[in-house]
């Protein structure tokens, strides 16, 4: 297991941008694919975006194409997701998770941070 805990949340107007960061401890970090999820209110939890365990491939949902960039420090044993030109919809809460296999479905992620909330107002 791999502890995860996110940073970087908080509100923004639309258009502007947010970076988010997800510190891992435990086992080594490089050895799992990582996600960024989120879950707005009255929704499903969705992937947002993932990044095998090298960097060298990714995975975005198509609502976050060209806006969103998600990228990993190994050595820091950090993941991120820069988000640029938010919009409303974007608002939700936003999770990081590690998994051992690529890309992963959501129940292939065993283990998540706490959250961190982004709300974007217009």
């Known amino acids: 297991q791999v502890q995860l805990a996110e940073s970087g949340g908080g509100m923004v107007q639309a258009g502007g941008s947010l970076r988010l960061s997800c510190a891992a401890s435990g086992r080594t970090f490089s050895s799992y694919v990582m996600g960024w999820f989120r879950q707005a209110p009255m929704k499903e939890r969705e992937a947002v975006a993932k990044?095998?365990?090298?960097?060298?491939?990714?995975f975005y949902a198509d609502s976050v194409k060209g806006r969103f960039t998600i990228s990993r420090d190994n050595a820091k044993n950090t993941v991120y997701l820069q988000m640029n030109n938010l919009k409303p919809e974007d608002t939700a809460v936003y999770y990081c998770?590690?998994?051992?296999?690529?890309?992963?479905?959501?129940?292939?992620?065993?283990?998540w941070g706490q959250g961190t909330q982004v709300t974007v107002s217009s």
């Open positions: 998770a590690a998994s051992g296999s690529w890309p992963g479905r959501a129940a292939d992620f065993g283990s």
């Open positions: 990044i095998m365990r090298s960097g060298a491939g990714t």
